[in-house]
């Protein structure tokens, strides 16, 4: 069985691939912290909620009588807040901050653990609902 064939294995995988991605490029800012005129670069975080939009388009509430009521579909507006910020540079023009650069490889690895363990969890749920029971006696 391909567990990648599951949405929420596949969707845990590719927050899995970003966050190993995203490592790469933090451990590469790190590296150059002292490279004159380097930029400090980090990656764009998957869009999820536009899978999710995309996943409930297709989705519909089921009636099976004439008295049930449709499903509305519609969800609450979401506000975004953008901050712009400047960020330090150096006399040689190296825009490299160390503090938020480990700051976010922490976070990443924080995230990363959280995924496993999501992963972990939806395997041993797969595996007792395959096995009939979970544990029961």
Same mark, same amino acid.
């Given at each position: 069985?391909?567990?990648?064939q599951l949405?929420v294995?596949?969707?845990l995988?590719?927050?899995? %691939?970003?966050? %190993?991605e995203?490592? !790469?490029?933090?451990?590469? %800012? ?8 380097y ?9 999820f909620?536009?899978?999710? !939009?995309r996943?409930?388009?297709?989705l519909g509430m ?20 953008t &901050?712009?910020? &400047?960020?330090?540079?150096t006399?040689?023009? %190296?825009?490299?901050?160390?503090? &938020?650069?480990?700051?976010k ?5 924080? &995230? ?6 999501l ?5 041993g749920?797969?595996?007792a609902?395959?096995?009939?029971g979970g544990?029961?006696?």
């Open positions: 069985m391909d567990l990648t949405k294995f596949n969707m995988t590719t927050r899995m %691939n970003w966050l %190993n995203r490592q !790469r490029v933090l451990a590469q %800012n790190i590296a150059n912290a002292d490279t004159p005129d930029v400090a670069r980090d990656l764009a975080p998957p869009d909620k536009a899978a999710l !939009r996943t409930e388009a297709r089921a009636t099976t009588s004439g008295a049930h009521m449709a499903g509305g579909g519609g969800s609450a507006p979401t506000t975004a807040k &901050e712009k910020r &400047e960020f330090e540079t006399p040689t023009g %190296n825009g490299v901050v160390l503090e &938020e650069e480990l700051m490889v922490a976070e990443s690895r924080g &995230e990363y653990e959280l995924m496993v363990n992963y972990t969890k939806q395997v749920m797969l595996k609902a395959i096995s009939g544990g029961r006696r």
